[in-house]
């Protein structure tokens, strides 16, 4: 055995090093790696090309509201109702999702402040089942309603769906009508709807609550519509003109009122909010 071997033998021996999985964030638009801390410092939102990443419920509930914010209860409604099942079980589906996320459905609300103005705050989380609308989120929708309206506050929903779920078939369908009732108590209420329109909101969700707010607010480039690119321009059998169902062109055509970066969601909520809400019913 040479010298070098036995020196070699001698020494501890270290182990590979291990980069993190998640030390680099590679942004969607631009492709740019950016540091997964200095991306959820920036609010997820690319410091680069400004992109506004997709986020969920906790990260939004931290953003947007007042420390000491309660979650409100999840609803209790039938599973597989329709006992549906494609290449796997809808119950199983549904174990999945659950297991891969922190709440067990893909909408959650919260009540609390904002910069002080009492609320109930809804979020739709894409990464549970792409956002989909069912019998699930319907209710909370209008548990959230009634909670806003028992608090005497206004009720600020941020939407991010792929449409209806279609594991749940018409019932999912019947949660348009139902969310657009509570609206109406809402309303009659004398308290404010504010919308936020996040990347996607599309289908089913798109042509019930997310187009009946009081106010209409979007993120930055955010995809908004009802139905695909592909398919509308299929049916119209025309070019669709650059940046068709984007935030930006929304709000060049009427349909939303204002694309406020996520930096300013807070403050501008704030205000909606100290605005819109009657201070006699507060």
Not at 3 to 18: C, D, F, H, P, Q
Not at 200 to 224: C, K, Q, R
Not at 247 to 261: I, S, T
């Amino acid at each position: 055995m040479s010298w070098i071997t036995k020196v070699r033998n001698s020494l501890a021996t270290l182990g590979k090093g291990e980069t993190p999985d998640n030390l680099w964030t590679k942004c969607p638009q631009c492709q740019e790696m950016v540091f997964t801390r200095t991306w959820e410092e920036n609010l997820s939102v690319c410091p680069r090309c400004h992109y506004h990443g997709r986020i969920g419920a906790q990260a939004r509930f931290a953003q947007v509201l007042d420390p000491g914010f309660t979650v409100l209860p999840a609803v209790s409604v039938p599973e597989n109702p329709l006992n549906f099942r494609d290449s796997k079980k809808y119950s199983d589906r549904l174990k999945a999702a659950r297991a891969a996320n922190p709440f067990p459905e893909a909408l959650t609300a919260a009540e609390g402040t904002i910069a002080g103005e009492p609320v109930v705050l809804g979020v739709q989380d894409f990464a549970f089942m792409g956002g989909s609308m069912g019998m699930a989120v319907g209710e909370a929708f209008v548990r959230a309603v009634e909670h806003a309206i028992e608090r005497r506050c206004g009720f600020v929903m941020f939407t991010a769906a792929g449409g209806a779920r279609m594991q749940e078939g018409i019932l999912s369908l019947m949660q348009m009508p139902k969310t657009t009732v509570a609206l109406r108590r809402l309303s009659r209420a004398g308290l404010p709807y504010i919308v936020v329109l996040t990347d996607p909101t599309t289908g089913g969700v798109t042509a019930s609550y997310a187009m009946l707010g009081d106010v209409h607010l979007a993120e930055p480039g955010a995809l908004i519509g009802f139905a695909g690119q592909r398919v509308i321009r299929d049916t119209i059998r025309e070019k669709l003109p650059e940046g068709f169902q984007r935030a930006e062109y929304l709000r060049e055509h009427g349909m939303v009122d204002k694309v406020v970066p996520r930096h300013e969601l807070r403050d501008a909520l704030s205000r909606l909010l100290d605005y819109l809400t009657r201070k006699d019913v507060a």
